[in-house]
């Protein structure tokens, strides 16, 4: 993916916005934009049970990553 999501290196020192809000019980959705450049992100958290879905999304590529996450017992 050529153009996946971004390091902070690449956006270090740019403006940076940022915007988050439930869409329903289960899921939160953060928008990251950088501003002054093509970067525009979207990161969508859903809790169910005890697990976690990431879906990180670049908004002008359209190349997307999925993280699935489960809670640990210790």
């Given at each position: 993916l050529d153009h996946?999501?971004?390091?902070?290196?690449?956006?270090?020192?740019q403006?940076?916005?940022m915007r988050g809000s439930w869409t329903d019980e289960q899921t939160f959705l953060?928008?990251?934009?950088?501003?002054?450049?093509?970067?525009?992100y979207?990161?969508?958290?859903?809790?169910v049970a005890n697990e976690m879905t990431l879906v990180a999304?670049?908004?002008i590529y359209g190349t997307s990553?999925?993280?699935l996450g489960?809670?640990?017992n210790r």
């Open positions: 996946a999501l971004r390091t902070e290196v690449e956006t270090a020192g403006s940076v916005g953060i928008e990251y934009d950088t501003i002054t450049n093509r970067y525009g979207q990161l969508q958290l859903r809790f999304s670049d908004r990553v999925t993280i489960k809670l640990q």
